[in-house]
């Protein structure tokens, strides 16, 4: 490719609104372009980084058995009501109706339809297993959308979904695409962990999380150095022994009664100055047990201040709350203030608070963005850049590093990391409710035994530049960098043997199958040099006058300090 056909567009400075380095280095490198909240046209650049991530999935989605097909993208309603999924989703499940007034469904994933071509397609035992997969736009209706593409309301998908005949079977599908996976974040040339998920209803322990170690990551990811144990934040607080700690708010918990405690009580717990405006606490959960204590690990505190009218007015009203302190729920609090549940609309949180969770900051944005966008307050450890100093610190971590681990080999470590992968057994989860079944030995009509294994293909490019930069720019992995090297002649218009030696060059690279770019833009040596690093590209290869009278050229990678001077002979080798 030659840069002058090619589209390159690169930018001094990133949108003011571009929070993680990743979206920052992608919007300035050119990658994306924001069309819509959560919405992005995938430049040039990031395309040919897709395309990469996405041809290292199909080889090894293919060596792992699984066969490529296409499901649309706009599904008929119908499906999903037949699981129910339609109604129980919620407003991330984008709902589009057509000239007809019939319903459809913009698809978040894949499991009903895919499930329908199984039960009419798949009708013996012997044609098990089976392994369909797709890559596909998907898109989800993100109450937050952001970080570029790494959250965003439409997106690239590959989600395969597996049928089996036994639980047994299913097992080993389910073990075949972890190796697959482990092959493909492997070639990504990604640090990344595979941690144990939450199986939710469905029990067991076959669900997966694969997560890029990075400081950015929303997920909490909770491991043992010294032996294999790894979960999610989720299932590490949940098998936790509820043993409260000495410091954080969960010993608040049990220190402070419900409904009798008052709000002095609580802020002289806290170590806060008494004021007049601090009118009432609340701290809110999804969940209390018979006690009345926040059940789970996830408590919200709420600071209502006497300055807002509605708080004043209503929350003397909240049943139980004494001088303004109890634990109440979420549904107790929406339901009090007559809002829709789910939505805590009009609380309107005044006073900033930090709260320190590795329970996911999205579950804790979800709630508060329920205010209102603006009004983004509470917020999880990413304390947003442009809020007020918090008021206030509270600890509600329910396992934090150094507690002994769950399997007794030693002790926790925590870590940040962003989900990439997702591998899940389901079971008959929707072959049951779809009535997919097929004929097994006897003869007789059998569920199918379900898996769906999902990667986040766009995501992959935001993780990949959280893991891997500096201050110049994106440092991609050479598996999946837009160009494997780039050739920067200095001088090319005016020099004759310049032109001659990068032509040849950038032919004898092609020939080998290098990924090779040719800078023929006539920019000045900065500006050239500015791009490339900005764009990541792995190799770069100076050819000057200069370097030339002596046969030599610069070859220089992305993470070295220095070029080094080699005879132009050499340098086809040296790169490819
Ligand atoms: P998250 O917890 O980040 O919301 P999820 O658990 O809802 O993700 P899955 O349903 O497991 O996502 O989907 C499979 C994969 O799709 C995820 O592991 C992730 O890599 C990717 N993905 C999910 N939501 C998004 C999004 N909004 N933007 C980009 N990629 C996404
Ligand atoms: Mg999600
Ligand atoms: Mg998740
Ligand atoms: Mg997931």
């Given at each position: 490719m030659k840069a002058s056909q090619f589209f390159i567009s690169t930018l001094k400075e990133a949108?003011?609104?571009?929070?993680?380095?990743?979206?920052?280095?992608?919007?300035?490198?050119?990658?994306?372009?924001?069309?819509?909240?959560?919405?992005?046209?995938?430049?040039?650049?990031?395309?040919?980084?897709?395309?990469?991530?996405?041809?290292?999935?199909?080889?090894?989605?293919?060596?792992?058995?699984?066969?490529?097909?296409?499901?649309p993208i706009v599904q008929p309603a119908e499906l999903w009501q037949e699981t129910g999924r339609f109604d129980k989703m919620g407003?991330?499940?984008?709902?589009?109706?057509?000239?007809?007034?019939?319903?459809?469904?913009i698809q978040p994933t894949s499991e009903e339809v895919v499930t329908d071509i199984a039960r009419q397609e798949l009708r013996s035992y012997k044609q098990l297993p089976k392994n369909f997969y797709h890559i596909q736009t998907k898109f989800r209706d993100e109450r937050r959308p952001r970080f570029g593409i790494m959250r965003g309301r439409e997106f690239t998908m590959k989600d395969a979904y597996s049928f089996d005949r036994s639980p047994e079977a299913a097992a080993r599908s389910y073990e075949t695409m972890f190796a697959a996976y482990k092959r493909i974040f492997d070639r990504f040339g990604l640090t990344y962990r595979a941690v144990a998920a939450d199986t939710g209803a469905i029990g067991g322990d076959l669900s997966h999380e694969f997560q890029v170690i990075a400081q950015t990551g929303e997920d909490a990811?909770?491991?043992?150095?010294?032996?294999?144990?790894?979960?999610?934040?989720?299932?590490?607080?949940?098998?936790?022994p509820a043993a409260p700690r000495a410091e954080p708010t969960v010993a608040m918990a049990k220190t402070l009664t419900p409904g009798k405690s008052t709000c002095a009580d609580v802020a002289a717990f806290l170590g806060?100055?008494?004021?007049?405006?601090?009118?009432?606490?609340?701290?809110?959960?999804?969940?209390?047990?018979?006690?009345?204590?926040?059940?789970?690990?996830?408590?919200w505190l709420l600071l209502l201040r006497g300055d807002h009218e509605m708080n004043e007015v209503?929350?003397?009203?909240?049943?139980?709350?004494?001088?303004?302190?109890?634990?109440?729920?979420?549904?107790?609090?929406?339901?009090?203030?007559?809002?829709?549940?789910?939505?805590?609309?009009?609380?309107?949180?005044?006073?900033?608070?930090?709260?320190?969770?590795?329970?996911?900051?999205?579950?804790?944005?979800?709630?508060?963005?329920?205010?209102?966008?603006?009004?983004?307050?509470?917020?999880?450890?990413?304390?947003?850049?442009?809020?007020?100093?918090?008021?206030?610190?509270?600890?509600?971590?329910?396992?934090?590093?150094?507690?002994?681990?769950?399997?007794?080999?030693?002790?926790?470590?925590?870590?940040?990391?962003?989900?990439?992968?997702?591998?899940?057994?389901?079971?008959?989860?929707?072959?049951k409710t779809m009535n997919a079944t097929f004929l097994d030995e006897t003869g007789k009509p059998a569920f199918f035994e379900m898996g769906c294994y999902g990667i986040g293909v766009t995501r992959i490019l935001g993780a990949a530049i959280e893991q891997?930069?500096?201050?110049?720019?994106?440092?991609?992995?050479?598996?999946?960098a837009p160009f494997q090297a780039v050739i920067c002649p200095i001088?090319?218009?005016?020099?004759?043997?310049?032109?001659?030696?990068?032509?040849?060059?950038?032919?004898?690279?092609?020939?080998?199958?290098?990924?090779?770019?040719?800078?023929?833009?006539?920019?000045?040596?900065?500006?050239?040099?500015?791009?490339?690093?900005?764009?990541?590209?792995p190799q770069r290869i100076v050819i000057s006058d200069r370097g030339l009278k002596a046969g030599t050229v610069e070859v220089q990678g992305r993470r070295e300090a220095q070029a080094t001077v080699m005879p132009l002979a050499e340098a086809a080798s040296q790169v490819g």
């Open positions: 949108p003011a609104d571009a929070e993680v380095v990743s979206h920052q280095l992608m919007m300035r490198a050119g990658m994306i372009k924001r069309l819509g909240a959560g919405i992005y046209n995938y430049m040039p650049m990031g395309l040919r980084v897709i395309r990469k991530v996405e041809g290292i999935i199909r080889d090894e989605m293919s060596r792992g058995g699984a066969v490529e097909l296409l499901m407003p991330e499940l984008m709902r589009v109706k057509d000239r007809h007034d019939r319903d459809f469904i990811i909770i491991y043992c150095p010294t032996s294999d144990y790894a979960a999610n934040i989720e299932l590490a607080e949940a098998v936790a806060l100055p008494m004021t007049k405006s601090l009118k009432s606490l609340v701290l809110a959960t999804d969940r209390l047990d018979e006690q009345g204590n926040p059940a789970g690990s996830t408590v209503k929350v003397g009203k909240v049943p139980g709350l004494k001088d303004g302190f109890r634990f109440a729920t979420l549904a107790e609090i929406d339901a009090h203030f007559g809002c829709k549940p789910g939505y805590l609309g009009p609380i309107g949180l005044k006073q900033p608070v930090k709260i320190i969770a590795d329970r996911s900051v999205a579950a804790m944005s979800d709630f508060c963005c329920g205010a209102n966008e603006e009004d983004y307050h509470l917020t999880g450890v990413n304390w947003g850049r442009d809020l007020p100093e918090p008021d206030l610190v509270v600890d509600i971590r329910n396992v934090v590093e150094g507690d002994p681990s769950p399997d007794g080999q030693g002790v926790l470590a925590i870590e940040r990391g962003i989900e990439v992968g997702h591998v899940f057994y389901l079971g008959t989860k929707y072959s891997n930069h500096d201050e110049r720019g994106i440092i991609w992995p050479a598996s999946i001088g090319m218009d005016r020099s004759a043997e310049v032109k001659a030696a990068a032509e040849a060059l950038y032919a004898e690279l092609q020939a080998a199958g290098v990924d090779v770019l040719l800078d023929d833009r006539g920019e000045r040596p900065g500006a050239m040099f500015a791009d490339w690093e900005l764009v990541g590209v």
